[in-house]
């Protein structure tokens, strides 16, 4: 039995906590909200996030960090991307050497452009550090249905034993060692589905919604391959799987803040509708700050960009992607 601590008691960090329990593993659960905190251990379940999942009564839910880092063979970093780096600034001292730090979360952070596993060992330098990510949404991993994700680490070993971890009959999990492009994938395709959601609230119909993903995982991957990812990953769970889960799933909270804003609300009154981070609004000025450093042009992420903050009408934003001028649709392939 190895000891795994979940930090960050989300949907996400809730789910998985459940996830790893169900799969013999002493886990303990971790918020720094206290009143989540005493309504997890009263309730069992987080009604407001991840309401009908409930979890066992042995299960340590506590607001003591030191608690929660003390001796974890393994720990899940399962907080909002925008609170990544003041968390893991907060875990440092409690972080022995080569401590093992999964992150699940994802989103590039607006003013250093750096992913959430640079953020993270930047502020615990001691950490062993990974990423798991993939088409995975909370509420069906807390309810037991199948899903499929992928681990980036350094070394195959460490990625192998987070495998173990995390493998289950509804769990399946691969491994990789590109790091870097399953986190610009998972990060990116919130922005895209930004747009889907927002074509989806103007009433546009499947065929943009097919044109979005497709030319979406097109400017994803044209800027994290200037940036060092291998295609490949693009391509795989992280990039386009988790890209078509995003923009099409009623549990997509991106997609949802999207729609909202297709119908007419700010991007504010969106997020407030959501009641959870729609960390597409965090990653979208990132990626246009990335695409200026590699020279790489996004036409769909730059019209989000637009729409979200200067105020431009989700519906010009259509039109003028629909009438950029002609292209070529590979521009690998030869006549």
């Known amino acids: ?3 795994i601590s979940v930090i960050g008691a989300g949907s996400w960090g809730t789910a998985l906590s459940l996830l ?3 799969n013999g593993n002493q886990v303990l659960l971790y918020s ?7 309504m997890l251990n009263e309730k069992r379940e987080h009604e407001s996030k991840l309401p009908g999942v409930h979890l066992p009564d042995d299960m340590v839910i506590t607001d003591d960090l030191q608690l929660a880092l003390s001796d974890a063979d393994l720990v ?5 991307s925008p609170f990544t780096r003041s968390t893991a600034h907060s875990m440092t001292s409690y972080v022995k050497e080569g401590q093992l730090i999964v992150n699940v979360a994802k989103g590039v ?4 452009l750096m992913t959430l596993s640079e953020i993270i060992e930047q502020e615990i330098p001691q950490a062993n550090v ?5 088409p995975s949404h909370a509420e069906e991993v807390g309810r037991g249905l199948p899903t499929t994700c992928v681990v980036g680490a350094k070394d195959k070993k460490t990625a192998e034993y987070i495998q173990n971890m995390f493998m289950s009959p509804v769990f399946r999990v691969y491994t990789s060692p590109d790091i870097l492009g399953i986190e610009l994938g998972a990060a990116l395709k919130n922005v895209i589905a930004l747009a889907a959601g ?4 103007l009433g546009y119909g499947d065929n943009l ?3 979005l993903i497709t030319r979406g995982i097109a400017e994803i991957s044209r800027l994290a391959i200037a940036m060092g990812a291998k295609p490949e990953t693009l391509y795989g769970l992280s990039g386009i799987g988790d890209l078509i889960v995003t923009c099409e799933s009623v549990h997509s909270r991106n997609r949802k803040a999207g729609y909202l804003i297709g119908k007419g609300a700010t991007m504010q009154e969106a997020m407030d509708e959501v009641k959870m981070v729609v960390e597409g609004v965090y990653s979208a000025k990132a990626a246009m700050g990335l695409a200026k450093k590699y020279q790489i042009e996004l036409p769909i992420i730059s019209e989000v960009n637009k729409v979200l903050f200067e105020n431009k009408p989700a519906f010009d934003a259509v039109n003028d992607l629909m009438l950029r001028d002609k292209k070529i649709e590979n521009n690998n392939l030869n006549w």
Do not use: F, H, R
Not at 130 to 134: E, M, Q, Y
């Open 198 to 201: 927002t074509a989806d609230g």
């Open 76 to 80: 899940v970093l399962a907080v909002p």
């Open 130 to 134: 990974a990423v798991l990510s993939g």
């Open 209 to 211: 919604k097919a044109a």
């Open 32 to 38: 720094v909200i206290t009143d989540e905190v005493k």
């Open 109 to 112: 952070e607006e003013k250093t």
């Open 1 to 3: 039995m190895s000891k």
């Open 20 to 22: 790893l329990y169900n």
